[in-house]
């Protein structure tokens, strides 16, 4: 019996997370540069043309990787948006420790891979205007809050932000995510 068109779907969408999961652990593990699209489809267990029926090659992955993690980052700022302005750099704060906890492997690997200098390059602009978003979004936070250089404050809340949830994704076991998230948190709304 021929299977049917949600079968079909549902049968290509776990495909799909086994090659975005196989390539984040070899990107992470291997480097992007020095992992191939080959090793990709053997570690998902699929064949590597059935790769291209689904990604654009290893940049494709790596693209739909970063649309994945910026799902992520959208619902952080949905979940700041929907606090009342002088709650949302805590909500936003809040947010973002408990979407990377909610996903702590899949940011774990996330944060071993971004900072190699090949996927850099191969997100080129991509990962320029996201950077700009979330630092506009957060100018616009602090400005509402008073800041005296919210385009500065920016910067270092996104940065305080970002390396906190690095850490805490890194060793999920032994960093006091909470306490740093309520201190950072304390930080920003204090006036």
Known sequence: MPRSATQNDQIR????????????LLFARQGYRDTTVKAIAAKAGVATGLL???FEGKAGLLRALFEQSMADVRLSFALAEAAPGDN???ALVRG???I??????FWRL???ARTQPAVIATLGPALAQWTEQIIGTLRGYLADAGSADPELDAWALFAQIDGMCQHYALTPND????AVAERVIAR???T
């Open 52 to 54: 291209y029926s689904h």
């Open 100 to 105: 990377v906890s909610d996903h702590v492997d």
């Open 88 to 90: 949302r750099i805590a």
């Open 96 to 98: 973002s420790v408990r």
């Open 13 to 24: 969408a776990v495909t799909r997370a086994k090659l975005l999961d196989a390539a984040l």
């Open 188 to 190: 920003w709304t204090t």
């Open 110 to 112: 996330g944060y071993a």
């Open 175 to 178: 960093y006091p995510v909470d």
